[in-house]
Nanobody, 122 residues
């Protein structure tokens, strides 16, 4: 499956962005999906994940209550709604297919999209 992330940009602190992850190739609904990010000088880290059906979600503590992951299998798309953005959310954001029991691990991701840059700054 091929993934393409989009929707990044420059936003002021407290603002919102919605990232999209468009899938093509294999059946998107067969896969659990995760979002990861890599900030400047930092290692790539888990942000959020959603099961293939959308029934279960998981979030990193740092984004819980501010970010919402969703998916639309009919449109082969996953999304990450980001509200209340903080400067520390600045990073390149990646979507990936994940294995649920390894959803928080970078090494557990299977297929990666290219990243989209989110910059939170005044």
């Amino acid at each position: 499956v091929q993934l393409q992330a989009s929707g990044g940009g420059l936003v002021q602190p407290g603002g919102s962005l919605r990232l999209s992850c468009a899938a093509s190739g294999r059946t998107f609904s067969n896969y659990d999906v995760g979002w990861f990010r890599q900030g400047p000088g930092k290692e790539r880290e888990f942000v959020a994940a959603i099961t293939w059906s959308g029934s279960f979600t998981d979030y990193a503590d740092s984004v819980k209550g501010r970010f919402t992951i969703s998916r639309d299998n009919a449109k082969n798309t996953a999304r990450l709604q980001m509200n209340g953005l903080k400067p520390e959310d600045t990073a390149v954001y990646y979507c990936a297919t994940v294995r649920w029991h390894l959803r928080r691990e970078v090494y557990g991701a299977e297929y990666w999209g290219q990243g989209t840059l989110v910059t939170v700054s005044s």
